[in-house]
Structures are given as structure tokens and as C-alpha cells.
Antibody, heavy 123, light 107 residues
Framework: QVQLQESGPGLVKPSQTLSLTCTVS??????????WSWIRQPAGKGLEWIGR???????NYNPSLKSRVTISVDTSKNQFSLKLSSVTAADTAVYYC???????????????WGQGTMVTVSS | DIQMTQSPSSLSASVGDRVTITCQAS??????LNWYQQKPGKAPKLLIY???NLETGVPSRFSGSGSGTDFTFTISSLQPEDIATYYC?????????FGQGTKLEIK
């Protein structure tokens, strides 16, 4: 049973960089069958896809955040990470990591999610 | 970006009712649409993929249909545990985009 777990600081100061890690357990991040995504949700609002990474290190980012986002993978630790620079209060949200399949069926369906971690941007 | 518009934004129904939520895409997305259920304080859960395929373990009272720009999500007989917010998500083009959500409440 694959599980995802987010970790990282819950409080980040404005203009600084938000850094989160997602640890994959119960399976290998290098399996080659999945993308590994970050998704966020401000309180009381909808879901926003941030970006994804493949085991090779290939990435896709949401254009709305692309200039500030870096997603990386560490296959030796079975982890992938998110860095979001120059944060403001608008970046305050619950951040989820999620898995999505590369091939049909369920291509690009987020079938496994972490529990989410709340990040607040405040001085 | 492809815009996904759900309606209604909120819905109140009685146990046993048939509930329908619609999702409209700003352009043709074929059947590249998924549906999720999110309960308060929890991560979303995949219910339907490829517009109409039921995820393993999801009760058969949930169903989805549609293609192109117009999609429907249906609960055939509402149960108390179905109280949640439901989201559609398109994957025809990057970035993946979600509808704004439909909050379902018990009347």
C-alpha cells in the first residue's frame, strides 16, 4: 500500500522560500509508472495544481507559479520536494503531494494523496 | 488554461435523493475528466476517472458521464457519509485544472 507523507515548516516568512518534502512509502518512486505532483488548497477554496516530476527529473509546472517553483526528486531517499520562492500571504494553503499515473487507465488521475500540510506565510 | 465550471456551488439534499453535479470545460477535453470527493480536513479521494470509470472500492451509487465540454456526476441515492465537497479535474492539457467545487449538505 503506497503512502505519501508531506513534511516541512508550517510557518514561512514573507519573501522567503517555502520548502516541503513528500516521502513515498510502500513503493518505489522510481517505478517509472507515475508522476509525482504537488497540489495546494487555500483555506475554504479550491484545488490548484502546482507541478509534477517524473523519476528522471523531468518536470512540468503551472505557468502561474513557474517562475517561483522548483520540484526535485531524490530517488535514494524515495522523496520528492517542492520549493516555492518569494512567498506572500497568498501562498498560505494546505499543500498536498499526490501520485498520478502516466498511462491509461487512470492517466493523470491523482489516485494517492498525502494527508496535506498547512503552510502559513506570516511575519 | 482550461477553465472548469461546476454547478451548483452548493447543494442541499435528503438521504435517498438522487444528486447531480455538472462540470463544464472551456474547451473540448474529450473524456479526460476525473471526479474527487473531499471531506472536511481530509485529502481529496478519487471517485471517477476518464469521465465514467468507477475507481476500485468506490460504491456503485456514484457514477459519471459526459464527453467534450459537458460532464455529469451523479449519486443515485444519497447517504449521510456522502457529505463532502466534490471536484472535477481535467487532464487534457497542462496545467491540470479543477472545478471550484460543489459542497453537498444533508437537508
Amino acid at each position: 500500500q503506497v503512502q505519501l507523507q508531506e513534511s516541512g515548516p508550517g510557518l514561512v516568512k514573507p519573501s522567503q522560500t517555502l520548502s516541503l518534502t513528500c516521502t513515498v512509502s510502500g513503493g518505489s518512486i522510481s517505478s517509472g509508472s507515475y508522476y509525482w505532483s504537488w497540489i495546494r488548497q487555500p483555506a475554504g477554496k479550491g484545488l490548484e495544481w502546482i507541478g509534477r516530476i517524473y523519476t528522471s527529473g523531468s518536470t512540468n509546472y503551472n505557468p502561474s507559479l513557474k517562475s517561483r517553483v522548483t520540484i526535485s526528486v531524490d530517488t535514494s531517499k524515495n522523496q520528492f520536494s517542492l520549493k516555492l520562492s518569494s512567498v506572500t500571504a497568498a501562498d498560505t494553503a494546505v499543500y498536498y503531494c499526490a501520485r498520478d499515473e502516466i498511462t491509461p487507465p487512470r492517466r493523470d488521475a491523482f489516485d494517492i494523496w498525502g494527508q496535506g500540510t498547512m503552510v502559513t506565510v506570516s511575519s | 488554461d482550461i477553465q472548469m465550471t461546476q454547478s451548483p456551488s452548493s447543494l442541499s439534499a435528503s438521504v435517498g435523493d438522487r444528486v447531480t453535479i455538472t462540470c463544464q470545460a472551456s474547451q473540448d477535453i474529450s473524456n479526460y475528466l476525473n471526479w474527487y470527493q473531499q471531506k472536511p480536513g481530509k485529502a481529496p479521494k478519487l471517485l471517477i476517472y476518464d469521465a465514467s470509470n468507477l475507481e476500485t472500492g468506490v460504491p456503485s451509487r456514484f457514477s459519471g458521464s459526459g464527453s467534450g465540454t459537458d460532464f455529469t456526476f451523479t449519486i443515485s441515492s444519497l447517504q449521510p457519509e456522502d457529505i463532502a465537497t466534490y471536484y472535477c479535474q481535467q487532464y487534457d492539457n497542462l496545467p491540470h485544472t479543477f472545478g471550484q467545487g460543489t459542497k453537498l449538505e444533508i437537508k
